[in-house]
Nanobody, 126 residues
Framework: QVQLVESGGGLVQPGGSLRLSCVVS????????IGWFRQAPGKNREGVSCITASDDDTYYADSVKGRFIISRDNVKNTIWLQMNDLKTEDTGVYYC???????????????????WGQGTQVTVSS
């Protein structure tokens, strides 16, 4: 059964950067499209970005386009989310998850997610 473990969250000032990691196990599960979601206090979980396993097609929500970069290394079974120029509204718990395609992230269709990671807290504050 696939498992995902996120890391890399923390406290950062506005304008700063963080890089989140999502490790997928076991290695036989490296074929999944992986999405990143986030949930701010009192708000619904929303889709942020995703990347396919086969050809590295990517998708970004408008709110993060131009600031966040998603990438993956299938040998290391790791997906990264490089977050630059962070804003206070980027604060929340970030989750990676297995998804069938980019529409799950675009529509924040959390009910269609396969497996969730445990989440990592990102706080953007001065």
């Amino acid at each position: 059964q696939v498992q995902l473990v996120e890391s890399g969250g923390g406290l950062v000032q506005p304008g700063g950067s963080l890089r989140l990691s999502c490790v997928v196990s076991p290695v036989t599960e490296s074929y999944w499209t992986i999405g990143w979601f986030r949930q701010a206090p009192g708000k619904n979980r929303e889709g942020v970005s995703c990347i396919t396993a086969s050809d590295d097609d990517t998708y970004y929500a408008d709110s993060v386009k131009g600031r966040f970069i998603i990438s993956r290394d299938n040998v290391k079974n790791t997906i990264w989310l490089q977050m630059n120029d962070l804003k206070t509204e980027d604060t929340g718990v970030y989750y990676c998850a297995t998804i069938k395609d980019w529409t799950v992230v675009a529509g924040s269709a959390t009910s269609l997610v396969g497996t969730w990671g445990q989440g990592t807290q990102v706080t953007v504050s001065s």
